[in-house]
């Protein structure tokens, strides 16, 4: 029981009406702003998971183009070996040869380790982007919990100060106290 309840029963204050308004306005208040905050915080959740999404689609695309530029670059390297090779009348075969050929398998290693980033990348990106997304669902329910509760609580106390309850003191029967408007 509220101390301006028992207040209330005893007579020592009276109910004012404008007091009950405006609680009722500050409790309206209150929950409007909790559901505005419930709002925002989902469209930024939103807004962040979007930017991660482009992010992750502009993660795999960079690792595509260094992968190519790494394959083009390895192509002309290689090409310009075994034309000096050539030019020198060395023949390809044996270790010539073998060399070529390492060359080209970890240039398709150093390749793959490429793409693979830009797919880490990627996907360090769409988790985030999960992650923003939950985030604001999150604070949405919180805030619109809390406007449920302003205006439960707002509803509660107006009705206290509207209608407090009658209070039996003992013994089940009429304890000699009026409540504010029950006078004879």
Do not use: C
């Not at 009705?159 to 106290?177: A, E, I, K, S, Y």
């Amino acid at each position: 029981m509220f101390p301006t309840q028992r207040m209330l029963e005893r007579g020592l204050i009276q109910f004012e009406p404008f007091s009950a308004t405006a609680m009722a306005i500050y409790a309206a208040a209150s929950a409007v702003s909790a559901g505005i905050g419930a709002i925002s915080s989902i469209q930024s959740g939103r807004r962040a998971s979007n930017i991660e999404k482009q992010n992750a689609v502009i993660a795999g695309q960079r690792a595509s183009a260094e992968a190519k530029k790494h394959r083009e670059d390895t192509i002309r390297r290689l090409g310009t070996t075994r034309a000096a090779f050539g030019a020198s009348g060395v023949d390809m075969l044996g270790t010539p040869d073998d060399v070529m050929r390492d060359n080209e398998l970890t240039a398709g290693r150093e390749n793959a380790l490429i793409l693979w980033g830009g797919l880490g990348q990627s996907t360090d990106h769409l988790n985030r982007a999960k992650s923003a997304r939950a985030q604001g669902i999150s604070g949405g329910i919180a805030g619109f919990g809390q406007m449920a509760g302003s205006l439960l609580t707002a509803g509660y106390s107006y009705n206290q100060m509207t209608n407090p309850p009658r209070v039996d003191l003992g013994g089940g029967g009429f304890n000699g106290q009026f409540y504010p408007g029950e006078r004879p």
